[in-house]
């Protein structure tokens, strides 16, 4: 299973700025959409979900994982990556503030398994977390991701 | 054993808490079989099995089920799940 996360990620922002969640989110779909993974739309759909089933894809410390289901504003199965300046409340019990969102996008409910399961084993460790999110620009973070990937 | 791994939309959240779940069980020795679902058919799911893992804001969605229902905070930590799923089991 040699999935590097750097060459999964169609979209990388850092340092970047969001007043509230539903920015993070936004600034992630927007990634989606830039990447040709996902249409505007999907960005809508992400936001529903966290004002239908709360901050639940807040999945660790700090990393929250935005998404919303398979529907025909998904173009191809793809991820985001946005990186803020400064971290911003989901409302989340435990893993709250974010200051990393990834945007998933699927078409299907199988065809990303590998790429999740590099996505945990890197973001497990908290000092890579805050690596990454120290990071300036895109290429810092595929260096890291590379780098992570060749010794986890 | 079936346990049954929760999140709102079945590719993400439950997706990563199914694998964490299956590396948790084989370090426990514990034969299981683990299914991802979404919060629409989860509480179908969680009536035939022993074990729910989801997240503290779907456990409240979930509501009564005769499984048991264990919060997961990180769906990254093997070993936070490993824990859990062992204290459920004993």
């Known amino acids: 299973m040699a999935v590097n996360l ?25 990634g989606l959409v830039a990447g040709g993974v996902a249409t505007n739309r ?18 660790a410390p700090g990393v929250a994982l935005a998404h919303a289901r398979p ?4 173009l191809r199965t793809g991820l985001s990556w946005v990186g803020l300046s400064a971290p911003v409340e989901f409302g989340h019990t435990a893993n709250d503030p974010v200051s990393l969102v990834i945007g998933l996008a699927a078409t299907d409910h199988q065809g990303h398994l590998a790429v999740m399961a590099e996505l945990a084993s890197v973001l497990v460790d908290p000092e890579r977390v805050r690596q990454l999110i120290a990071a300036t620009d895109e290429h810092e973070v595929r260096r890291l991701l590379t780098e992570f990937a060749a010794t986890s | ?7 709102g939309m079945g590719i993400g959240t439950s997706v990563l808490l199914k694998m964490n779940a299956e590396k948790a069980l084989r370090s426990l020795g514990i034969d299981a079989d683990v299914e991802a679902a979404d919060i629409g058919v989860a509480r179908g799911a969680a009536r035939t099995a022993q074990v729910v893992l989801t997240s503290a804001e779907l456990a409240t969605e979930i509501g009564d089920v005769p499984a048991k229902v264990i919060v997961i905070d990180n769906f990254f930590d093997v070993a936070e799940i490993t824990q859990k799923i062992q204290s459920a089991v004993e």
């Open chain 2, 1 to 7: 054993m079936k346990i049954v791994a929760v999140c």
């Open chain 1, 6 to 30: 750097a060459d999964e990620l169609s979209s990388i922002v850092t340092q970047a700025a969001a007043a509230d969640w539903r920015e993070a989110v936004t600034l992630a779909g927007d």
């Open chain 1, 42 to 59: 999907y960005t809508h759909e992400m936001i529903d979900v966290v004002l239908q089933h709360g901050p639940y894809m807040v999945v």
């Open chain 1, 71 to 74: 529907s025909p504003a998904v």
